[in-house]
């Protein structure tokens, strides 16, 4: 069965990333995108009648959507929490047009996002309950640096297998970091170079400072409606196309070749569901927690042949001005990390790029955009092709 | 000192304990499938390629070669501050099963991809040895 067109995202809201969670609370800044998505999409609350809420990194609680609904005062018949990572976003907009397509609900409230900080974010976790996972039995006592290692295994084996450099990777985040200058939201947006990028701090081999993500303060929502609802609305919908979603195991060790991702399975269905190539895509906006992040989904869904990705974003300008415009908004590494409200900034993106107001980064002729939402390490993976 | 941050040691299951005690014992025992001959890490209740629980404790070589690795220069976990820059790797046994681990006994520096390696047990004070890898 497919889902071309079966659902719509019309309203969305997102905070301006912050630094420090100092006053907030993410309930807080849940109920404040939430409030702001609902009267994008011109709904009563009345008529959010399902509820998709991607969990706080940083605080593992049972039952979130119950706990949402009722600081929200709205009563879905359809709620749920999606736990995959930073692919949490890209996978609640799918759901979500599952559950309207299944006439289970008619619009469905998705909401992502925490208070944070990188102390908060890098605190010792002994109390957290993972005594029984394997990841804690045969990793952790060799000393891993979170997802941070785990992304530089990945790079390292990608430059030992296709030769990529240092400087290919680095220029993800320069070129992200132009498109961030053009976005008042973004948290990092003084220009940067190649040379800035491999002069910052090596934290995990081979990946330096500016090419890891900084764990933040913010939020998003957005609305995904049924057909009838989504002509309604004052904003242009954009549709869902095509999803696809593949998953593998977190640990990198149980995983055959770690240089190439679940991408190569979900992008396809993605494509294949909206019934278009990656040459027909005029915005690109995947999950960018790392420089390597990019390289290989960009390799995974096409948009170059396995193993080419340095050299493509080498002879490619991925800025707004550019001739592959990729993560308008300044990708992660350059808008920050606001929790799992960072995979949602993909979708937030192409939604403003397709309802034409991007503002000053507004790409001219925006009618479809490939959205990848990536969680663990590289283990989730959920693509989506969006259109007006 | 009780406020020391402490490194996090494995906490063996009865599933598990037969890998610990092969550490400590000074080889690396694997679980390998009686049916189909596959070795299965880490420890599982069946061989999750044929669902098998026909699964023997097999001792192996103890070499390998380095799939992948980082150098990492910032802990996480403030236990581990200490040892920076050290070497979190991925080492594939001879055998076919890929381990988490460090490669000690170089600098950094000198780890490379799909280097030769060999096995060391680590045994910490809590009576656990870990495994990690020096140059072959
Ligand atoms: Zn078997």
């Keep these: 069965m497919s889902l071309k067109r079966a659902a719509a995202i019309t309203g969305i809201a997102e905070m301006a990333p912050r630094a420090s969670a100092e006053g907030l609370s993410t309930m807080g800044i849940w109920a404040d995108v939430s409030r702001k998505a609902i009267l994008d999409a011109g709904l009563e609350p009345s008529e959010i009648d399902g509820l998709l809420v991607a969990p706080p990194i940083v605080d593992m609680v049972a039952m979130w959507p119950s706990h949402l609904g009722e600081y929200l005062d709205i009563h879905p018949r359809y709620a749920n929490i999606v736990d995959l990572g930073g692919a949490s976003a890209a996978g609640m907009v799918w759901r979500a047009a599952s559950a309207i397509q299944s006439g289970l609900c008619r619009a469905v409230l998705c909401v992502s996002g925490e208070a944070s900080d990188v102390d908060t974010f890098y605190a010792p976790r002994a109390k957290r309950p993972t005594q029984q996972l394997p990841l804690r039995e045969?990793?952790?006592?060799?000393?891993?640096?979170?997802?941070?290692?785990?992304?530089?295994?990945i790079a390292m084996r990608h430059m030992h297998e296709f030769g990529t450099t240092g400087r290919q990777l680095a220029k993800v985040a320069v070129d992200q970091r132009t498109n961030a200058g053009a976005n008042p939201d973004a948290l990092y947006r003084d220009p940067l170079t190649v040379d800035d990028v491999l002069s910052s701090p090596l934290i995990v081999d081979p990946l330096h400072l500016y090419e890891i993500v900084q764990?933040?303060?913010?939020?998003?929502?957005?609305?995904?409606?049924?057909?009838d609802l989504a002509g309604?609305?004052?904003?242009?919908?954009?549709?869902?196309?095509?999803?696809?979603?593949?998953?593998?195991?977190?640990?990198?060790?149980?995983?055959?070749?770690?240089?190439?991702?679940?991408?190569?399975?979900?992008?396809?269905?993605?494509?294949?569901?909206?019934?278009?190539?990656p040459d027909d895509i005029?915005?690109?906006?995947?999950?960018?927690?790392?420089?390597?992040?990019?390289?290989?989904?960009?390799?995974?869904?096409?948009?170059?042949?396995?193993?080419?990705?340095?050299?493509?974003?080498?002879?490619?300008?991925?800025?707004?001005?550019?001739?592959?415009?990729?993560?308008?908004?300044?990708?992660?590494?350059?808008?920050?990390q606001?929790?799992?409200?960072?995979?949602?900034?993909?979708?937030?993106e192409a939604v403003r790029q397709l309802q034409g107001r991007a503002g000053e980064r507004q790409l001219p002729d925006c009618e479809l955009a490939f959205v990848n939402g990536n969680g663990g390490i590289m283990s989730e993976q959920s693509s989506l092709v969006l259109g007006v | 000192m009780s406020d020391q941050p402490r490194k996090p040691l494995p906490k063996p299951s009865s599933l598990s304990q037969p890998f610990w005690d092969g550490l400590a014992a000074g080889e690396i025992r694997l679980q390998k499938c009686d049916r189909c001959d596959t070795y299965v890490f880490y420890p599982r209740p069946y061989c999750p390629h044929c669902?098998?629980?026909?699964?023997?404790?097999?001792?192996?070589?103890g070499r390998g070669r380095v799939y992948t690795y980082t150098?990492?220069?910032?802990?996480?976990?403030?236990?581990?501050?200490?040892?920076?820059?050290?070497?979190?790797?991925?080492v594939e046994l001879e055998e076919g099963p890929r381990v988490e681990t460090n490669v000690v006994g170089c600098a950094p520096e000198d780890v490379r991809v799909e280097m030769p390696v060999k096995a060391v047990y680590d045994r910490t004070t809590a009576g656990i040895a870990l495994l990690k890898f020096e140059p072959a």
């Excluded at chain 1, 764990?215 to 057909?227: E, I, K, L």
């Excluded at chain 1, 060790?253 to 494509?271: D, G, N, R, Y």
């Excluded at chain 1, 799992?340 to 937030?348: D, K």
């Excluded at chain 2, 669902?51 to 070589?61: K, N, P, R």
């Design chain 1, 138 to 153: 045969f990793e952790a006592p060799y000393g891993p640096m979170g997802a941070n290692s785990g992304y530089a295994q």
């Design chain 2, 51 to 61: 669902l098998s629980e026909a699964l023997t404790w097999t001792a192996v070589s």
């Design chain 1, 232 to 277: 309604s609305n004052a904003q242009t919908p954009a549709w869902l196309l095509g999803a696809g979603e593949a998953t593998r195991g977190v640990m990198l060790a149980q995983v055959k070749s770690i240089t190439t991702s679940p991408i190569a399975q979900s992008a396809p269905l993605a494509f294949e569901m909206a019934g278009v190539t």
């Design chain 2, 71 to 90: 150098v990492v220069r910032r802990a996480m976990h403030p236990a581990f501050q200490p040892d920076v820059p050290y070497v979190f790797a991925i």
């Design chain 1, 338 to 348: 606001p929790g799992l409200a960072g995979g949602t900034s993909h979708v937030t």
């Design chain 1, 215 to 227: 764990p933040c303060t913010g939020g998003a929502a957005f609305v995904v409606v049924s057909a």
């Design chain 1, 282 to 336: 005029d915005l690109i906006s995947v999950y960018d927690c790392y420089t390597i992040t990019v390289v290989v989904t960009l390799e995974d869904a096409g948009f170059c042949e396995k193993g080419r990705g340095g050299p493509f974003v080498e002879e490619h300008d991925l800025t707004y001005r550019g001739d592959l415009p990729l993560n308008t908004h300044g990708g992660q590494l350059s808008f920050g």
